[in-house]
């Protein structure tokens, strides 16, 4: 596997329904990133993580539930989600988060429905 | 406040059209980096192109060009010669670097529809 990989690719789940999304990345970053796209909307950052530690919470509603075990994986635990939570969940990396000229690596994304 | 605008939504173009993408930002910060992403219909954002705040010299890759006019607060994108793999939606997109890390704010995206 090369880059950032995203399981699962789509996903639907009932509003009382506890899941996870996984990211991996395979580039040696150390800095890693969760992002929502909806429909006509910006990307939107929701966390970031930086050698495991989390740096960044962008005002996120607690039935999402990141997790960065080592600086190669995060998880998005989910849990009571609302039809309005449907959206592209988008993880990244970057090398580190210092300066700002690091690109993001993105992966594929999540296609999530609430049903 | 940081901010991307990318007022075209939407545009349609045939095979071998130059097509540009406008993208407008406003930020307070003297130093900040733009950059462009493509998402094509697999859905991960390849990223395209990082200008830093200092460096206003255009840029040509191949088939693409960047335009950085800090005067008017822009970063526009064209493609010359368009073809159908262009086909995407692209995003403009802002560190503004007042966070002290990568913080990208995004624009909206503009869908870019090749025909053949």
């Known amino acids: 596997e090369t880059g950032v990989t995203q399981t699962p690719r789509h996903l639907v789940m009932g509003m009382t329904n506890k899941k996870s999304l996984k990211c991996e990345q395979h580039?040696?970053?150390?800095?890693m990133y969760w992002y929502k796209q909806s429909a006509k909307k910006p990307l939107e950052l929701m966390f970031v993580y930086s050698l495991e530690e989390r740096v960044e919470n962008n005002s996120v509603p607690s039935r999402f539930s990141p997790e960065c075990p080592n600086s190669s994986h995060l998880f998005l635990h989910l849990h009571t989600l609302q039809p309005e939570d449907s959206a592209l969940y988008l993880c990244?990396?970057?090398?580190?988060?210092?300066?700002?000229?690091?690109?993001?690596?993105f992966g594929p994304g999540t296609r999530l429905t609430v049903l | 406040a940081q901010k991307v605008t990318q007022a075209q939504t939407e545009i349609s173009v045939v095979e071998k059209e130059d097509v540009t993408l406008d993208c407008v930002y406003e930020t307070r910060d003297t130093t900040y980096y733009l950059f462009w992403y493509k998402q094509p219909p697999s859905g991960e954002l390849v990223f395209l192109i990082r200008?830093?705040?200092?460096?206003?010299q255009n840029e040509i890759s191949g088939r693409y060009s960047w335009n950085f006019q800090k005067s008017t607060s822009s970063f526009n994108f064209t493609i010359t010669a368009s073809q159908v793999v262009d086909s995407a939606v692209y995003f403009c997109?802002?560190?503004?670097?007042?966070?002290?890390?990568?913080?990208?704010?995004f624009g909206t995206g503009t869908r870019l529809l090749v025909s053949p």
């Open positions: 997109a802002l560190n503004p670097l007042d966070t002290g890390f990568q913080k990208l704010v």
């Open positions: 990244a990396s970057s090398q580190d988060l210092s300066g700002g000229s690091n690109e993001q690596f």
């Open positions: 200008r830093n705040s200092f460096d206003e």
């Open positions: 580039l040696g970053h150390n800095a």
